[in-house]
């Protein structure tokens, strides 16, 4: 039962244009939501997150959405740059079962190409 | 500061053997946490550690057990090795203060083969 789920198992994206990352949730005890992104051979690398009383939030590039309704979550990168490339995970956890537990989708791989 | 630093980096093991993977938080974290990558599975939580104590677990068997010591390094254990335990083994620390939201920052990983 994947209570986390990135239904883009890849995307290519123009360098310079915008790159929009999906992820749904099924589980709406999730309160708190994380984007990594992972380079092959690395652990996955923080980004950006967003806790479920904001519906944006914004670091430089990097925006992500949140749609409580909808329990659809996306990151925005804009402008997409080449060394963006690398598989984008999201990721959810709740204050009522552990903040530190994460349930992570399968992963977005995105390539921009120059 | 320094990150999450695990070891080794890789292993390889054979079918029934044990195995003993170590994790060093981030200075001033107090909570480790251990994940399993496999391409089928993805990213799968399978325990965490808080002031050496197991505070959550995830749904896999006892085989994979773990514990914390008083520095907050951490150690993961896996017991009867099976093929389908070849994995990147990730672990991640946090400052888990539950005063307000945490955020995981991982290390670079082990890779485990099982032969």
């Known amino acids: 039962d994947q209570q986390v789920k990135q239904n883009s198992p890849s995307l290519s994206v123009q360098e310079g244009r915008i790159s929009i990352l999906n992820c749904d949730y099924t589980?709406?005890?999730?309160?708190?939501f994380l984007w990594y992104k992972k380079y092959p051979a690395e652990g996955p690398t923080f980004l950006i997150s967003?806790?479920?009383?904001?519906d944006k939030n914004e670091d430089g590039r990097f925006t992500v959405f949140l749609n409580k309704s909808a329990k659809h979550l996306s990151l925005h990168i804009v402008p997409s740059q080449p060394g963006d490339s690398a598989v984008y995970f999201c990721?959810?956890?709740?204050?009522?079962?552990?903040?530190?537990?994460?349930?992570f989708g399968t992963g977005t791989r995105l390539t921009i190409i120059p | 500061k320094a990150g999450v630093t695990q070891t080794p980096r890789y292993l390889i093991k054979t079918r029934g053997q044990q195995v003993t993977l170590s994790c060093s938080p981030i200075?001033?974290?107090?909570?480790v946490s251990w994940y399993q990558q496999t391409p089928g599975q993805g990213l799968q939580f399978l325990f965490e550690?808080?002031?050496?104590?197991?505070?959550n677990k995830g749904n896999f068997p006892g085989r994979f057990s773990g514990r914390q010591f008083s520095n907050s390094r951490s150690e993961m254990n896996v017991s009867t090795l099976e093929l389908g335990d070849s994995a990147l083994y990730l672990c991640?620390?946090?400052?888990?203060?539950?005063?307000?939201?945490?955020?995981?920052?991982f290390g670079p990983g082990t890779r485990l083969l099982v032969l």
């Open positions: 991640a620390s946090s400052l888990a203060d539950r005063v307000g939201l945490e955020t995981q920052y």
């Open positions: 589980n709406s005890m999730f309160d708190y």
């Open positions: 967003i806790s479920s009383i904001k």
């Open positions: 990721a959810a956890s709740g204050s009522n079962f552990g903040n530190e537990k994460l349930t």
């Open positions: 200075s001033g974290h107090r909570s």
């Open positions: 550690y808080f002031s050496e104590t197991q505070r």
